[in-house]
């Protein structure tokens, strides 16, 4: 099964943009790349997905490496709301039960 | 639309004891899922259903066990609770069984086995 592997933890300074990378070098043609944050003591809360361009939505961009072994959350301006973990995880079209979250990257933001 | 509840927020149990953690979803989602979070790891699947009367297992079942007869309620049921089955559960639903779906996290279940 295809895994992810992501910084234990990353910090950045509010209103500054975010940068978190997930490696994914075993990624399948079929794979979508997922992330995915954790707010303290909340459930996951969906960010954006994609499968190979770059996509966009109102919370945060994601950039996808052409070989697509390598994806970048990015965060355009952090907030102290921002603070969260963040999963990178790939699932499998059809593959009900391939939604491994992994151990994530803790964001701490500073005022 | 209240989105997907859990309850109880918090349950104590004692070794042995037996107990049903409830998830329902308004949103007459297809698919939905039951995963357990222990401290400082990430979220692993225990079960999941892709619609009503169909269940299987994930990454961590044995323990637990599922049915689902309605599109709304998936509930997971601990035969005989142990401390190692102490930890965050955590219900999620989405729209369509299948990978490009947003899923939907309920707001968990802290459980205590002593």
């Known amino acids: 099964d295809a895994k992810t592997t992501q910084p234990n933890s990353m910090e950045s300074n509010e209103e500054e943009p975010v940068h978190l990378p997930c490696n994914h070098s075993?990624?399948?043609?079929?794979?979508?790349i997922h992330w995915y944050r954790q707010l303290p003591s909340q459930g996951p809360e969906y960010v954006i997905h994609?499968?190979?361009s770059n996509v966009n939505n109102r919370m945060a961009s994601l950039a996808i490496a052409e070989d697509r072994k390598s994806s970048t959350l990015i965060l355009h301006r952090a907030t102290l709301r921002d603070a969260a973990v963040y999963y990178c995880?790939?699932?499998?079209?059809?593959?009900?039960?391939?939604?491994?979250f992994g151990s994530g990257t803790k964001l701490n933001v500073k005022p | 639309n209240a989105g997907v509840t859990q309850t109880p927020k918090f349950q104590v149990l004692k070794t042995g004891q037996s107990m049903t953690l409830q998830c329902a979803q308004d949103?007459?989602?297809?698919?939905m899922s039951w995963y357990r979070q222990d401290p400082g790891m990430g979220l692993r699947l225990i079960h999941y259903?892709?619609?009503?009367?169909?269940?299987d297992q994930g990454e961590v079942p044995n323990g637990y066990n599922v049915s689902r007869s309605t599109t709304e309620d998936f509930p997971l049921r601990l035969l005989s609770a142990a401390p190692s089955q102490t930890s965050v559960y955590f219900c999620?639903?989405?729209?369509?069984?299948?990978?490009?779906?947003?899923?939907?996290f309920g707001p968990g279940t802290r459980l205590t086995v002593l």
């Open positions: 999620a639903s989405s729209l369509i069984a299948g990978s490009t779906d947003t899923q939907y």
């Open positions: 075993t990624i399948s043609g079929t794979d979508y």
């Open positions: 994609g499968l190979t």
């Open positions: 995880i790939l699932t499998a079209l059809y593959n009900f039960n391939k939604f491994y």
């Open positions: 949103m007459n989602h297809e698919y």
């Open positions: 259903s892709v619609g009503a009367g169909i269940t």
